[in-house]
């Protein structure tokens, strides 16, 4: 699909956080295990900006987790990737609720519109994604956040014009694929998350 008139200044992709099980493939329930809902409340700080740093309060006294997400008078470092003006994930289905799960923190967060329940993982819903990033005026110059499954995200960057995008593997849940939309042909910076212990440093 070639990128229409309209264009986004970056996209970022990611995937959604661990499950429970194999990471690759398997069973493992719809929703994150304990490690991947670490790495969504660990996200915004990926994205935030400069001023004010973000603090999260979690009440552990009721029966289901509950953050809060509040500024403080910090100065904290910068985000190592733009901010999102928009943030997109697969909706859910009864394989699984990951990619809402993940993406949920860093909304609320950021305090930017959310969609997490216009696109699915088929060929139609990743089409309309793609469409609509490509022709929808309120996307023009704009960073979008998009948290998708690992077997669909190199279709997302193709549709989206880059050619030949790496696989995605199975077991990996700390990479952000950046697409600037400035740089002539369009590729993938495959770029670490760096949030959790274990995370590629590179």
Known sequence: MTVGPVKPSQILLIRHGEKL?????????????IQGSARA??????????????????DAAKSSFHAHYETQPLSGPAPRFATPDFIIATADSKHSNRPRQTATPTALALGVPFDST???????GIAQLVTDLTNKSHYAGKVILICWHHGTI?????????????????????????????????????????????????
Do not use: H, M
Not at 41 to 48: H, T
């Open 21 to 33: 099980g194999d990471p690759s493939n398997g069973p493992g329930g719809p929703d994150l295990s």
């Open 41 to 58: 409340a660990a996200l915004p700080a990926l994205f935030a900006p400069t001023t004010p740093e973000l603090a999260c309060a979690i």
């Open 118 to 124: 216009t696109y699915d993982d088929k060929p139609a």
């Open 154 to 202: 190199p279709t997302i960057a193709q549709e989206l014009g880059v050619a030949n995008p790496p696989p995605w593997k199975g077991s990996v849940f700390d990479r952000v694929w950046v697409i600037d939309f400035s740089q002539i042909p369009l590729a993938v910076a495959d770029r670490p998350q760096q949030l959790l212990y274990g995370d590629s440093a590179t």
